[in-house]
């Protein structure tokens, strides 16, 4: 039985698997995507998302942490400057995952992992939906009770407009 098993082993022992981990955030921190397996990819994703929250809060304390777990000066640097500026808003969620399909060689899944805040194409048309408009059931009902006079008061203008247009026509005719 595994039960509380929830460490991806990834067939490496515990030493083995930090390295690996630790090189591959420090690419992903440098990069902003790698393409590796889809196992490695969604237990990297454990493993950064916390380094990245940290990176938002640029003291002392939180470089040596950080630095704990990665042992890269210049993916530090990256990480608390460029990465933690975009992100600096964003509650979580930094990494977006996208199957790629089997490689040739080994037939083995591949996946691309990729920071969500530094892809244009994605980025550009969803973060304008989100910051034009924030809907929620409460502004809707709101919304659409000032719509409704609004409704109501443009047939009767038009209603008069109608009405007057003939009688401008027959003062014509006489």
Do not use: W
């Amino acid at each position: 039985m595994r039960h509380g098993d929830k460490v991806k082993n990834l067939g490496r022992k515990k030493a083995h698997r930090d390295a690996l981990l630790s090189n591959l955030a420090c690419q992903l921190i440098q990069y902003k995507r790698i393409v590796t397996t889809t196992a490695k990819a969604k237990a990297l994703r454990v493993y950064v998302e916390p380094l990245i929250t940290k990176g938002k809060e640029n003291t002392t304390h939180q470089r040596r942490v950080v630095f704990s777990y990665l042992q890269d000066k210049e993916a530090i640097k990256e990480l608390f400057g460029t990465i933690a500026e975009k992100v600096g808003g964003r509650p979580g969620g930094y990494t977006r995952i996208i199957k790629l399909g089997a490689r040739v060689g080994d037939n083995a899944e591949t996946a691309m992992i990729e920071l969500v805040d530094f892809n244009e194409i994605y980025g550009k048309g969803i973060g304008e939906d989100k910051t034009a408009a924030k809907k929620t059931r409460r502004a809707g009902s709101k919304k659409k009770a000032e719509a409704t006079p609004a409704a109501e008061v443009a047939p009767v203008a038009e209603a008069t407009e109608v009405s007057e247009a003939p009688a401008t026509e027959e003062k014509a005719a006489e």
